[in-house]
C-alpha cells in the first residue's frame, strides 16, 4: 500500500486522516510500460494550475457531472479510482464515509487527463454556491496546496450510472467534500465533510473569517451571566473522530439555543447560514430540514473555547455548534480546521 505525502501542515500530522486504500491491486494487472505510456501522455496534456473559476463551467447537476466523469475513464484509470460501494480498504468502516486531509489514493495530477481535470473543477463548483463559495472551497483557487488541485483526489464509490448507489469523493489538503445523490439517507452532504484553510482563523485573509466575526459578533450579544455559561475552556478534539456524535444523555457544552432571546437565536441563525454559505442549495436545504426534524434551533448549543493559545485580540482557540444529529466543529488557532457532521437522529 502506498502512504499519501505527509499533511502540508506540522499540526495536521497526528490526526488520522490517512487512507486505508489499497492500491497494490492496481499494479497486478499493469507493467511498466502501460504505466510509463499513461505518464507520457499525461505529461502532454498538463496545463497550468487551474483558475478561480472554472473556464467551462455549465450548470449541470454535480451527479450528472460525475457520470460524465465516471464515462470518461479508460479501464486503468477506473482499477485507480472506482471502488465498491462499501469498500473499507486495510479498515472496517465504509471508505467512502471517511475524512481526510489529503488525497487517498493516486492524486488528480497523476491520474486525469488535462479535460477530466476541469471536468472535476466544473463538479466541485456544481457542489459550491456560486462564485463567493467556489473562492471558499478552493481557498482562493489555490486548494491550500503549492500543487493547487492537482495533488488533490477525485474517486467514485459504487456505480453513479441509472438508479444506483454511489458517492463522488474529493480530498485534499484541509478539505473532504462529497455528492452522492443521496445514496445516503438522512444524512447530509452524503457523510462528514472538513474543510480548512493554512491562515490563522481571526485573519482577512482566511477566506473563512467571516465565520470567526460572525460568531464573535454573537458572544458580544449575549449577557454577563449567558457568556459564563458559553465559555468552556480548553478545547474539543481535533481529529477526524470529531465528527461522531456525542453519547445520548450526554450534557452538551455551552448554551443552548432554548436559553436565548429572540434576537439572540437570530444571531446563531445567521452563524449557521453563513458556515453554509460555501455549499450548493440542496445541500443547505437538506441540512436545515435535518435541524429542523431534531428538534430545530432550541435544541442547538453554541459553545466558545478558550486556551493557552488565546488573547483579548483572539479570544478562541475553538468554537462549536452542537445538538441532536449535528456538530460543527471550527477550530480557529493555530488556523482553520472545521468538522461537520449532519445526520437525521431516529427515532428507538
Known amino acids: 500500500m502506498n502512504t499519501p505525502a505527509d499533511p502540508y501542515c506540522h499540526d495536521c500530522a497526528g490526526a488520522p486522516l490517512r487512507s486505508a486504500l489499497d492500491r497494490r491491486r492496481f499494479f497486478r494487472f499493469l507493467g511498466a510500460a502501460a504505466l510509463g505510456s ?3 501522455r499525461l505529461l502532454l496534456e498538463e496545463a497550468n494550475a487551474a483558475p478561480l473559476r472554472p473556464a467551462n463551467h455549465q450548470p449541470k447537476a454535480s451527479e450528472e457531472l460525475v457520470r460524465e466523469f465516471h464515462a470518461s475513464l479508460n479501464p ?3 482499477q485507480q479510482l472506482v471502488f465498491p460501494w462499501d469498500y473499507a480498504g486495510a479498515g472496517t468502516a465504509p471508505a467512502r464515509l471517511g475524512v481526510y486531509n489529503t488525497a487517498i489514493g493516486k492524486a488528480i495530477g497523476e491520474t486525469c487527463t488535462k479535460t477530466q481535470r476541469e471536468l472535476i473543477e466544473r463538479i466541485m463548483m456544481s457542489m459550491s454556491s456560486g462564485d463567493d463559495g467556489w473562492r471558499k472551497i478552493t481557498r482562493n ?6 500543487d493547487g488541485i492537482l495533488s488533490c483526489g477525485a474517486y467514485i464509490f459504487g456505480d453513479p450510472e441509472g438508479d444506483r448507489k454511489f458517492s463522488f469523493l474529493f480530498t485534499g489538503h484541509h478539505l473532504t467534500m462529497r455528492c452522492d445523490g443521496n445514496s445516503e439517507p438522512n444524512t447530509a452532504f452524503g457523510g462528514p465533510i472538513f ?5 490563522n482563523g481571526y485573519s482577512g485573509r482566511n477566506v473563512f473569517n467571516e465565520q470567526t466575526l460572525k460568531v464573535m459578533s ?3 450579544a449575549l449577557n454577563a451571566d449567558q457568556q459564563k455559561h458559553a465559555v468552556v ?4 478534539a481535533n481529529r477526524a473522530d470529531t465528527v461522531f456524535f456525542p453519547t445520548e444523555g450526554r450534557e452538551l457544552p455551552g448554551i443552548s439555543g432554548s436559553d436565548l432571546s429572540a ?11 453563513d458556515v453554509l454559505s460555501p455549499y450548493r442549495e440542496e445541500d443547505v436545504a437538506e441540512v436545515m430540514d435535518i435541524v429542523r426534524a431534531n428538534g430545530g434551533m432550541e435544541k442547538i448549543h453554541l459553545a466558545f473555547y478558550r486556551d493557552t493559545e488565546t488573547s483579548e485580540k483572539e479570544p478562541w482557540s475553538y468554537w462549536r455548534l452542537e445538538g441532536p444529529g449535528f456538530l460543527w466543529n471550527f477550530r480557529v488557532l493555530p488556523h482553520v480546521h472545521t468538522y461537520v457532521s449532519v445526520a437525521k437522529v431516529t427515532e428507538g
Request: glycine share 18%.
Open 38 to 40: 499513461l505518464a507520457s
Open 263 to 273: 434576537d439572540q437565536k437570530g444571531l446563531i441563525e445567521g452563524v449557521l447560514k
Open 76 to 78: 486503468f484509470q477506473r
Open 233 to 236: 475552556d480548553g478545547h474539543p
Open 141 to 146: 483557487g489555490g486548494w491550500d496546496t503549492d
Open 195 to 199: 474543510y480548512g484553510h493554512i491562515v
Open 218 to 220: 454573537v458572544y458580544e
